[in-house]
C-alpha cells in the first residue's frame, strides 16, 4: 500500500515549484516550511544532489479537525509536498497521502483524510492538465 500521491510533468523545476505552490493556495493550502534538500545536503554532506524541496502545506481547517479527533496526529502535520527535478525538463511532485493517516490513527479520522486526498489530488491533477 502506497503512502504518496505522485505526478510527473514535463516542464522545468523552478516552474513546477511555482505551479505547485499555486496549485496547493487553490485548494486551500498555506506553505508553513520549506525545505531546500539539495542546499541542506551541501551544507551539511556536502553531496550534490539535483534539486529538491519539501513544503509544508497546510489547511487550517483540516489541520483542527484532525487534531480534534487526535492530538498526536500533530507528528504527522502539515502535509509534506516534495518537489524533484529528474531532469531538465521532467520533475517529480509527490504528496504524503492522507489516507495513511487513517492507517496511522484509524477510522476517526477518515473523513478528514478523505476531504485533505482529495485537495491535494485536485492540486497535483492541476500541474498534469496543463502539459
Do not use: W
Not at 516542464?11 to 505551479?19: I, L, N
Not at 486551500?28 to 544532489?49: C, H, S, Y
Amino acid at each position: 500500500m502506497g503512502y504518496t500521491l505522485r505526478a510527473t510533468v514535463a516542464r522545468p523545476y523552478e516552474k513546477t515549484v511555482a505551479d505547485v505552490r499555486g496549485a496547493l493556495a487553490d485548494q486551500g493550502f498555506g506553505i508553513l516550511t520549506e525545505i531546500d534538500l539539495r542546499a541542506t545536503l551541501k551544507a551539511k554532506l556536502d553531496v550534490d544532489v539535483a534539486p529538491h524541496v519539501i513544503l509544508g502545506a497546510c489547511r487550517p481547517q483540516l489541520a483542527h479537525q484532525a487534531l480534534q479527533i487526535d492530538p498526536a496526529i500533530a507528528t504527522v502535520l502539515p502535509c509534506n509536498v516534495a518537489v524533484r527535478a529528474v531532469d531538465e525538463s521532467t520533475t517529480v511532485v509527490e504528496a504524503f497521502d492522507p489516507d495513511a493517516m487513517t492507517r496511522l490513527a484509524g477510522d476517526a479520522l477518515c473523513d478528514v483524510a478523505a476531504d485533505a486526498r482529495q485537495r491535494l489530488g485536485a492540486a497535483l491533477a492541476t500541474l498534469t492538465e496543463e502539459n
